[in-house]
């Protein structure tokens, strides 16, 4: 099955400096990437998506990359603040049954 | 209006107690989903609906028994709970209609969570 990897577990910038999570998959067929942040005690909430047809897409300050060959993507956030301060999850997808098989998070921290 | 919501919030018993978490979503989605979330943050997929129809069945213990009456609400229901069961658990739900090869994921929304505690 798949297998998700997340790399760091934890990461601390200082605000206004840019983030970058990567994370690595197994599987070739996997079609759909999204991100999921989750605020302390709060439900994991979608913050941007990639299909496979596509090699990058932005929303803001948050974009992701996607490199099929090497079966790793990316979520970059720029200029970030204390309230990006989560733990972001990252997620594939292949469609089959709606499978979404998560990585293990990274908590992010931003100094103020 | 509360997209996906879960009853209880907190749940606190004793081992060997049965117990059930319901959730209900108001998207119109037809594909609901439960995950354990345990203390290091991993969110683990347990069991998923479409319709009706059970679709995902991981490794769950089979003390674990969902339950879903309508493509509206998916219930679990936790028999002889153990301390290893204690978790955050969340429900979840989607637009996508599985099945055959070539079908796409969409965005899954997660309901506030239910943190189980076993003592």
């Known amino acids: 099955g798949e297998n998700v990897e997340q790399h760091p577990s934890t990461l601390s910038v200082q605000e206004g400096d840019s983030a970058v999570i990567k994370c690595t998959y197994s599987?070739?067929?996997?079609?759909?990437f999204p991100w999921y942040k989750q605020e302390l005690g709060k439900r994991p909430q979608l913050i941007i998506d990639?299909?496979?047809?596509?090699g990058e897409k932005k929303d803001q300050r948050i974009a992701v990359t996607l490199n099929k060959t090497a079966k790793h993507f990316s979520l970059h956030i720029t200029e970030t603040q204390p309230e990006d301060s989560a733990v972001y999850f990252c997620?594939?997808?292949?469609?089959?049954?709606?499978?979404?098989?998560f990585g293990k998070g990274i908590t992010l921290s931003v100094r103020p | 209006d509360t997209a996906v919501s879960q009853t209880p919030k907190y749940l606190v018993t004793q081992m060997g107690n049965d117990k059930s978490i319901k959730c209900e979503q108001n998207?119109?989605?037809?594909?609901m989903y439960w995950y354990k979330q345990d203390s290091k943050k991993f969110l683990k997929i347990m069991f998923s609906?479409?319709?009706?129809?059970?679709?995902i069945n991981e490794t769950v213990p089979n003390r674990f028994s969902p339950k879903s009456p309508d493509k509206a609400h998916l219930n679990l229901h936790i028999n002889s709970l153990e301390l290893g069961d204690s978790a955050v658990y969340f429900c979840?739900?989607?637009?996508?209609?599985?099945?055959?090869?070539?079908?796409?994921?969409?965005?899954?929304?997660f309901g506030p969570g239910t943190r189980l505690t076993v003592t």
């Open positions: 979840a739900s989607s637009r996508l209609s599985p099945g055959l090869a070539g079908g796409a994921s969409y965005e899954q929304y």
């Open positions: 599987d070739s067929a996997s079609n759909y």
């Open positions: 990639i299909r496979s047809n596509v």
């Open positions: 997620a594939a997808s292949t469609g089959a049954n709606s499978k979404l098989t």
């Open positions: 998207l119109g989605h037809d594909t």
């Open positions: 609906y479409n319709n009706k129809e059970l679709i």
